[in-house]
């Protein structure tokens, strides 16, 4: 099993940034074998791909609209994937999932076996 915790929401103003942090255990976790993801839900919508990111941190994916303006890492030391997100937009507002994955960075939602809790960000105008 793996548990993921994202921390690093709140409410900000069109153009701040804002990083999210993610922090995975499990008696059977292994960051080196593991793909993490990030997702985001609005209210009436479908959880949408963010970003992935695979085992060393070499290779990335990126949704077209946050490209250029999103990036994650990880610390597989400290067991933490992070986004940084900058130039935000009150269209990027909504709640935000880490997920984690056996295998490479994929882009479906579908294709996560492990997910956290959540964590809100709000951009305003």
């Known amino acids: 099993q793996v548990q993921l915790v994202e921390s690093g929401g709140g409410l900000v103003q069109a153009g701040d940034s804002l990083k999210l942090s993610c922090v995975a255990s499990?008696?059977?976790?292994?960051?080196?074998?593991?793909?993490m993801g990030w997702f985001r839900q609005a209210p009436g919508k479908e959880r949408e791909f963010v970003g992935s990111?695979?085992?060393?941190?070499?290779?990335?994916y990126y949704a077209d609209i946050v490209k250029g303006r999103f990036t994650i890492s990880r610390d597989n030391a400290k067991n933490t994937v992070y986004l940084q997100m900058d130039s935000l937009k009150p269209d990027d507002t909504a709640v935000y999932y880490c997920?984690?994955?056996?295998?490479?960075?994929?882009?479906?939602?579908?294709?996560?076996?492990?997910w956290g809790q959540g964590t809100q960000v709000t951009v305003s105008s």
């Open positions: 990111i695979g085992w060393s941190g070499s290779i990335t």
């Open positions: 997920a984690a994955r056996n295998g490479g960075a994929r882009r479906d939602r579908s294709e996560y076996n492990f």
């Open positions: 499990g008696r059977t976790f292994s960051m080196y074998g593991m793909a």
